[in-house]
């Protein structure tokens, strides 16, 4: 089983809708959670931390159900710029250190 | 503020080879961490380093990997004898702090292919 795992996609959308991705993590004694975007070619960038409480930036909102080992991203009024891949990623701390495990990351296609 | 940078962006060697690739990580950084995406599948730690000290190497897939990271700075991955499995981007991210729990930023990565 993987670490992370997320519904591939694409997703393909029209602007304005509401997009959810999702994501499950296999070890429960993980720390962190948080949502990575990744351009076409280009490097990770964070998008936002996950809480338990839930978060939102802007149009974006994040859950963490840490009982089911369950990640959401949620994206609101989708723009044309929001096309990327959304890499759902867990911190696990090993030895005293952390690293980031990835997901293999949800492929969102945005259209007019 | 340069931010983290990877040389060469781009690589193409043949079986057998050796490349190496550069990772500069954002300045007072002590946290430096290698990262591999190989076709189709997710990005995986390799190692991270903390200063001049590999912290964890569990990631390194076999002894054709040698990371290292000279007085704390720059970090250099080389690969020797280079494999047709090697292929992929090889992608290098720093943070600040102990623990390595701050934000991580990463370089824009190498695309390594190996014919």
Not at chain 2, 79 to 87: M, R, T
Request: net charge neutral; aromatic share 12%; with cysteine.
């Amino acid at each position: 089983r993987k670490e992370v795992e997320q519904d591939p996609g694409p997703f393909n959308v029209p602007e304005g809708a509401t997009v959810a991705f999702n994501c499950t993590y296999s070890n429960s004694a993980s720390q962190s959670f948080f949502w990575y975007r990744q351009d076409c070619r280009k490097e990770p960038k964070l998008l936002m931390s996950v809480y338990s409480s839930g978060n939102e930036d802007g149009r974006f909102t994040a859950q963490l159900n840490r009982a089911s080992q369950y990640i959401s991203l949620l994206i609101r009024d989708s723009k044309l710029s929001d096309s990327a891949t959304y890499l759902c990623v867990v911190r696990d701390r090993a030895g005293g250190y952390n690293k980031l495990i990835f997901g293999a990351g949800t492929r969102l296609a945005v259209h007019p | 503020e340069a931010g983290v940078t990877q040389f060469p962006s781009h690589s193409v060697i043949e079986k057998g080879q050796t490349v190496t690739l550069r990772c500069d990580p954002i300045s007072g950084h002590d946290n430096l961490y290698w990262y591999r995406r190989v076709m189709g599948k997710e990005i995986k730690f390799l190692l991270h380093f903390v200063k001049e000290s590999k912290q964890d190497e569990s990631g390194m897939p076999n002894n054709r990997f040698l990371a290292e990271r000279t007085g704390g700075t720059y970090s250099t991955l080389k690969v020797q004898p280079a494999e047709l499995e090697d292929s992929g981007v090889y992608f290098c991210a720093s943070s600040q702090g102990q623990g390595g729990i701050a934000e991580a930023f990463f370089g824009q990565g190498t695309r390594l292919t190996v014919v």
